[in-house]
């Protein structure tokens, strides 16, 4: 169970990770060395998974975002881990997710363009054993994207 200074602390570095151990430990209410021992321990523990940049995509060139459902023909242990395998290796699948309901798994594709989804879809998605069935879903808005775990404030 985290303590409400691990909250703290994660609630600030959620918001800037770039702080420095002092600028941390000032908003949190804590020496410097207090907090630096309290954020490797939440390393340790895995809490903190580790520290990232969130890289704007459009502005970055990746302007097609589709949430795509995939379902199996059948779960044969063997293409299950060969899809699991094969998604992991695809660096423009930023997340997956095994679902119950109309699909077996929902990923969260980025790509520079129709273009490339095309690729992605052809090359890889359809060439998979045990694919039965492929819906996409492109995403038209951004309404609201964030990494942060609601902590309080």
Not at 23 to 43: D, F, Q, T, Y
Not at 82 to 98: G, S, T, W, Y
Not at 107 to 131: H, Q, S, T, W
Not at 135 to 144: F, Q, T, V
Request: proline residues 3%; glycine residues 4%; hydrophobic residues 45%.
């Amino acid at each position: 169970m985290l303590g409400a200074q691990d909250r703290a602390i994660l609630r600030e570095l959620q918001k800037d990770s770039r702080l420095t151990m002092q600028e941390l430990a000032e908003k949190v209410g804590m020496s410097s060395s207090a907090c630096w021992r309290r954020i490797r321990a939440l390393e340790a523990d895995g809490i903190i998974d580790r520290f990232a940049v969130i890289v704007n995509p459009r502005k970055a060139g990746f302007t097609l975002s589709s949430m795509t459902l995939v379902s199996l023909a059948r779960h044969e242990q063997k293409n299950v881990d060969n899809f699991v395998r094969e998604v992991q290796r695809h660096p423009e699948i930023l997340e997956c997710f095994a679902t119950s309901g109309e699909a077996d798994y929902h990923l969260r594709v980025v790509v520079e363009d129709m273009e490339a989804y095309n690729r992605f879809l052809d090359d890889f998605i359809l060439k998979l054993p045990g694919v039965l069935q492929v819906r996409s879903n492109i995403i038209l808005k951004e309404i609201k994207v964030d990494t942060a775990l609601p902590f309080g404030s």
